[in-house]
């Protein structure tokens, strides 16, 4: 690929995709509320086709345990995630307007705007520029190979210093890895404004992006709208891994709303407050982090950019199996590698651009603490590279955490195949005092002593030592609170012990879509301008992703027409095919055709006066705009075998002859 901004005119496509009601901005009659869109008919058919081929190819195909959790959320939860202390972007204010802008987007907006200039000025000046002026990765242009939003029109030539130029693109390559403080001084160093107003703006200062909410009338039990899935899918792991008899690996997934409280939500639907995802939470031993069907996926090449070559400057990504990536410990397991073959899998079947997709590794610093490796699939779009799919090794720290807090067990007891001897600090409850001083609390205290990893049943003995009483602590229902332990109610102390099973927290691998994001890419990749017919747009979706499948018309509205017309409608619906019928009169046939193509429908079967004469009819293919004639049966079943892939146009062409379409046109 050559260069990361998809060249399309935008302001053509998002009238289309209004006029087609593919989206429109939500309570737009009261003037709308940033980052809030409803999908029509249109768009929310295509959605749900990419849903359900999600759905086939992660939760059937994969076997996979699929749930539906609550969205409002109690807000210990998310205390305990670290949401509540982490979840946040940073933010710079307006110094007179006071208006807000995330620091991350505003460095790349105005050191790209001047890259921009300086490659206009280069060009006007008739000056080589490194790449060509529109490079995308490590040229001018685009050099960060990051989302971009630019604003107010092109940019004003204004030559930079060869150093400086350099120097920014480096900025703009890691831009992922700087915190606050850091952009702060970026901020400062290159003199950066609010590029709306010209104002300076304030430092940075993090903003939580959850939705706050109060559960109940009293106002006094907290909770938030879920960022992300993934929560919810964790409480349950205990009833998932019993669901699954005990059987490790096994994943749970989930397709639900999220919202995010985005600072400045633009770009049409690729940023927004309300977004649907689906997510993966596959659950994995530690210690053994290999896939059963590596091997399926291992020959496939993928784009990766690493986080060592971010660092260096580059944007451009390197071609590698997913094989030789994991062997060389790029991508840091076999399980992560076998999730970022199926992502490319999906994204490739339901019409992404593979030419236009990358696997972008986060750096360090733009990494949570406890991953051990993660990357994002990116889509090039006209806005630049867009993060539709986030795959992360999260380790075991939401599990252990949930259960740290909750003292409750979410992990795994398997059967050793050979019992393993070792030495280990036991704690015996001394029975004669122990159950009379804590009466109903002795069974759930007994059971938290037992489960005490070792290094806190040392602490505790050291303090019976010391002191000669301890307290510890529940969370259960039967003992909740402070329990006082004396020293001649417990022994502990070193045993041997023979283990017959071994006990472990899974990690969890995290394939997590953003389904909004996949669609808009999808249209932008699908979208083409057909020069004969007035400069109309066509959406080139393939069958199983188009909104509606089939269209079905009359050639002109003569009355003959319609009840063979209703007859293939009905056909289609009642073998599953969504049909949409077109019968304006005012319309040409070729007009009609025409509007069908602007929603991305393949194929359309036209009643003519042919048809009252020995009951066939016509099909029609969007993308060659090619037809073919046969009986109405029969074509209603090539078009159920076109949707559901068990035939192809080429392979029907290969068999029927293709007619006049103008001959038709003027029967019209
Ligand atoms: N505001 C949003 N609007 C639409 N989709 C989103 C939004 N935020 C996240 N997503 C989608 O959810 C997926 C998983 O979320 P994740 O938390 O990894 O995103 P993120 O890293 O916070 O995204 P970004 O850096 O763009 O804000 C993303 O890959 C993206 O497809």
Known sequence: MTNSKLNIDRSALEQLLHKRFFLAPSFEIYEGVKGLYDFGPTGTALQLNLISMWRQHFVIEEDMLEVDCSIITPSKVFETSGH???????????????????????????????????????????MAVAGGDDAGAGGAAKPSGKKSKKKGGAAAAAKLDDAVAKEYCNVLAQLDNYDGEALGALITKYEIRNPDTGNEVTAPMPFNLMFDTSIGPTGALKGYLRPETAQGQFMNFSRLLDFNNQKMPFASAMVGRSFRNEISPRMGILRVREFTMAEVEH??????????????????ELPLL??????????????????????????????LGYFLGRIYLYLMKIGIRTDLLRFRQHMDNEMAHYACDCWDAEIATSHGWIECVGCADRSAYDLSNHAEATKKKLCVQENLPEPIVREMLVCEPNSKVFGPRLRRAAKPVEDYLKALPEDRLAALRDALAKDGRAVVTLADSAADGDHEITADMVTIEKQTITEHVRVYTPNVIEPSFGIGRIMYALIEHSYNVRASDGQRGVFSFNAQVAPFKCLVLPLSNNACFAKPLLDAARRLRAAGVPARIDDAASASIGRRYARNDELGTPFAITVDFQTAKDDTVTLRERDTTNQIRGPQEEIVKLVKDLVDGSTTWGAIVSRYELIDTAALENDA
């Open 84 to 126: 509540v202390a982490k979840f946040a972007d940073w933010m710079c204010r307006d110094t007179v307007s006071h208006d807000f802008c995330r620091a991350d987007h505003l460095v790349e907006e105005v050191l790209e705007a001047r890259l921009e200039g300086d490659a206009l000025a280069r060009k006007l000046a008739g």
């Open 283 to 300: 659950y994995v031993d530690p210690e053994n982090k290999v896939h059963p069907r590596f091997d399926e996926i291992a020959g496939l």
């Open 306 to 335: 690493q986080a060592s070559c971010q660092l260096a400057g580059s944007t451009e990504p390197v071609y590698m199996s997913i094989g030789d990536a994991v062997a060389k410990g790029i991508i840091n397991n076999q399980t």
